[in-house]
């Protein structure tokens, strides 16, 4: 596709389960970032991946959280055992090089909103 | 066609001085809702400002604030005073409609890089 693609566009889970979100960058793009957004705060910064490598998991919230990305495209990120404070938006971004590269350019998904009941 | 664009894929500037990064935003819908965010090399996206659409006042956080244009549909980021850790890559951000919260659909320019030089 021409854009970032990202599924399920909204995910509704009941406390304790497992999820799983798909993000599918720009072909090519080797740079790929997830991030989420909770309600009336800004963007957080989860794990980034460069190639199928990810040299920085310091954002992932806790070891309910995980992400792999296979053949330097597709990424999933998966919450087990899902809490109410994990609802929120999550958004994956990709570049063709990492984000502090002169004049790399940042595509965005529109994000996977999801709620935990 | 797209929602925000930011057209400057990157810019130098010399430190100390001011910097406006562009950002031009489509939408029909009367509620919205414009972010700018900073992202360093760490990865991380740092929120930095928010302009409602029926805010009758431009937007300011210390050194940063908004231009907003209502009817050019634009909402430029002011830095004042730019410091050498202001490099960073900058996004600029919509929400349509009235979520009341920054968790509903928003849309992202493609970012402009920012090198302050000593």
């Known amino acids: 596709g021409a854009g970032v693609s990202q599924s399920p566009s909204n995910k509704v889970t009941e406390k304790g389960k497992d999820v799983e979100l798909r993000c599918d960058p720009i072909?090519?793009?080797?740079?790929l970032y997830w991030y989420r957004q909770s309600l009336g705060q800004g963007l957080e910064f989860l794990i980034y991946?460069?190639?199928?490598?990810?040299?920085?998991k310091s954002g992932l919230p806790s070891d309910r959280f995980s992400a792999e990305r296979t053949g330097g495209s597709v990424s999933t990120l998966t919450i087990q055992r899902t809490q109410q404070e994990d609802s929120a938006v999550y958004l994956c971004a990709s570049s063709l090089a990492p984000f502090f590269r002169v004049n790399t350019e940042a595509f965005f998904g529109q994000g996977t909103r999801l709620t935990v009941v | 066609a797209q929602k925000i664009t930011q057209t400057q894929p990157g810019m130098f500037v010399q430190e100390k001085e001011a910097v406006t990064l562009d950002c031009t935003y489509d939408?029909?819908?009367?509620?919205?809702?414009l972010f700018w965010y900073k992202q360093p090399s760490s990865g991380e996206m740092i929120f930095l400002i928010y302009?409602?659409?029926?805010?009758?006042q431009n937007a300011t956080e210390g050194r940063y604030s908004l231009n907003f244009q209502k009817a050019r549909k634009s909402a430029n980021l002011v830095i004042s005073a730019s410091q050498l850790g202001d490099s960073a890559m900058y996004f600029c951000a919509m929400r349509e409609g009235d979520s009341g919260g920054g968790a509903d659909g928003l849309t992202f320019g493609k970012g402009t890089h920012l090198i302050i030089q000593p």
């Open positions: 939408t029909s819908d009367p509620s919205y809702g």
């Open positions: 302009q409602g659409s029926y805010d009758q």
């Open positions: 991946f460069q190639g199928n490598s990810a040299p920085d």
């Open positions: 072909s090519g793009h080797t740079a």
